[in-house]
């Protein structure tokens, strides 16, 4: 069945999936038909956001004094140990949970097991990358950018590629190029980011309707960035200020080359 | 009560966090103990545990910091979620040492459905998707809203509330159903 045909009973649906009350077999079936249909997976990822505010609204409780300093201790104690050892986190992680919106996984946190997450596959997707980025090369050479600087292939979590980006230092602009099928929800917009390590993710535009696309950039916006992200937000985008509010449905590393 | 605090300084203060600065971390806490405090209780039911909790969730902060980029999430909701977690993994403890144990932990969830209880939702500080969440939230009837909480705060299934609230599992799923429809429509509006 084609879900997103259907818009009441997915927004249901996803609700009761993403609130963890649909299980058994329905909450297979769900997940099925989110690993197949886009629309699918980005309406449980909203709902996940959702569902995720309720850990905001419960009234507050000053806790005791106590706590504070067992914490100060505990911190003072973890200072003795050596960062490496408590923290083993290989840098890969990084990106290997960026498109986790409910964003304990990498913790191990993962309690109600998100299974709709738009992780990266990162063994079988870093090969998939090296591998269509040879084709994707000689793909550029006709797009249209002699001196395209950077290039990025955004893919949701099964690698399917979505959207390839490309900067074109010449005409200072990116280029944006839809490869996917994706179809974007009434009421809403595909907004791109650039994501700097250790910074605040900072928008470089919102995707128009169309298969291509051209966005102006400054070379500065886009040095230095490791990876470029879309995110699914209220029409029209979000200020750049204040990062993506929704769920991010499309991650790529944003690698260099020369031309 | 501290003063509500902005995302943009929660995010500030949580990246200082990841470079190992730990008068960050007391003014984080000072920031956001009081409403996570209030969510491990709600979940816990019990000052130590929830204490235990707070303690564990803050400590997580102070390793896991650096990650929290990679989240791309408002501030709250993942510091929410990390007490959340470590909460649900306390009451996974409790159940399986539950043999030599009393039900402690559950005893007064029958009592949230009392209807004397003030509405304990408060969005005061709460980011823009937890404020939507809240105003489509205090549309429904209160129990709506209890079994919807409690349903995603402890990770139940129907079963499990209709146990944990001594409700008829009809009860239950018909209340869920309603309360679904109802905010299905809602947060159509707002978001």
């Known amino acids: 069945m084609h879900l997103s045909q259907h818009p009441e009973l997915l927004e249901?649906?996803?609700?009761?999936?993403?609130?963890?009350?649909?299980?058994?077999?329905?909450?297979?079936?769900?997940?099925?038909?989110?690993?197949?249909?886009?629309?699918?997976?980005?309406a449980a990822l909203l709902w996940q956001s959702h569902w995720a505010g309720l850990t905001e609204l419960q009234a507050p409780v000053p806790p005791p004094a106590a706590v504070w300093t067992r914490i100060a201790n505990r911190v003072a104690a973890d200072?003795?140990?050596?960062?490496?050892?408590?923290?083993?986190?290989?840098?890969?992680?990084?990106?290997?949970?960026?498109?986790?919106?409910?964003?304990?996984?990498?913790?191990?946190?993962?309690?109600?097991?998100?299974?709709?997450v738009v992780a990266l596959q990162l063994n079988g997707g870093m090969r998939a990358t090296q591998l269509q980025m040879a084709g994707l090369k000689a793909e550029l050479a006709t797009v249209s950018a002699p001196q395209a600087g950077y290039v990025a292939v955004l893919r949701d979590d099964k690698a399917a590629a979505a959207l390839l980006v490309t900067f074109d230092a010449r005409a200072q602009q990116l280029q944006l190029q839809r490869v996917g099928g994706f179809e974007v929800p009434a009421g809403r917009s595909l907004q791109l980011w650039a994501l700097?390590?250790?910074?605040?993710?900072?928008?470089?535009?919102?995707?128009?309707?169309?298969?291509?696309?051209?966005?102006?950039?400054?070379?500065?916006?886009?040095?230095?960035?490791?990876l470029l992200a879309?995110?699914?937000?209220?029409?029209?985008?979000?200020?750049?200020?204040?990062?993506?509010?929704?769920?991010?449905?499309?991650?790529?590393?944003?690698?260099?080359?020369?031309? | 009560m501290p003063l509500p605090t902005s995302d943009a300084e929660l995010v500030a203060l949580i990246d200082r966090v990841a470079l190992r600065d730990e008068a960050a971390l007391r003014a984080l806490y000072d920031c956001t103990a009081p409403r996570l405090f209030g969510l491990a209780l709600r979940l816990l039911?019990?000052?130590?545990?929830?204490?235990?909790?707070?303690?564990?969730?803050?400590?997580?902060?102070?390793?896991?910091?650096?990650?929290?980029?990679?989240?791309?999430?408002?501030?709250?909701?993942?510091?929410?979620?990390?007490?959340?977690?470590?909460?649900?993994?306390?009451?996974?403890?409790?159940?399986?040492?539950?043999?030599?144990?009393?039900?402690?932990?559950?005893?007064s969830l029958g009592h949230t459905l009392e209807g004397d209880t003030p509405d304990p939702m408060d969005a005061a500080d709460a980011s823009e998707q937890a404020a939507a969440l809240h105003q489509c939230l205090s549309r429904l009837e209160l129990r709506q809203r209890e079994v919807l909480s409690l349903a995603y705060l402890r990770d139940l299934s129907h079963s499990e509330l209709a146990q944990q609230m001594a409700l008829p599992l009809g009860t239950v799923k018909t209340w869920i159903r309603r309360g679904l429809v109802q905010l299905r429509g809602c947060m159509a509006r707002y978001v």
Do not use: C, M
């Open chain 1, 196 to 226: 700097p390590t250790g910074g605040k993710p900072r928008s470089l535009g919102v995707l128009a309707d169309g298969r291509t696309q051209a966005l102006p950039a400054q070379p500065a916006q886009v040095q230095d960035i490791p």
């Open chain 1, 12 to 42: 249901t649906l996803a609700a009761s999936y993403a609130l963890g009350t649909l299980r058994g077999g329905a909450r297979r079936r769900f997940e099925t038909l989110a690993r197949e249909q886009p629309a699918v997976r980005a």
């Open chain 2, 45 to 107: 039911r019990r000052h130590d545990a929830a204490e235990d909790v707070l303690q564990e969730s803050y400590l997580t902060v102070w390793r896991a910091a650096a990650d929290y980029r990679a989240s791309l999430s408002p501030p709250l909701a993942w510091l929410g979620l990390i007490v959340r977690s470590r909460a649900l993994d306390a009451l996974r403890r409790h159940a399986s040492s539950r043999a030599d144990r009393t039900q402690e932990l559950d005893d």
């Open chain 1, 79 to 116: 200072r003795g140990v050596p960062q490496r050892n408590s923290r083993p986190v290989p840098p890969v992680r990084w990106w290997h949970s960026l498109g986790l919106w409910r964003g304990a996984t990498g913790l191990g946190l993962a309690a109600t097991a998100a299974a709709v």
């Open chain 1, 230 to 259: 879309i995110s699914l937000e209220p029409l029209g985008g979000v200020p750049s200020e204040g990062g993506p509010t929704g769920p991010v449905l499309f991650t790529g590393e944003w690698i260099a080359h020369n031309g």
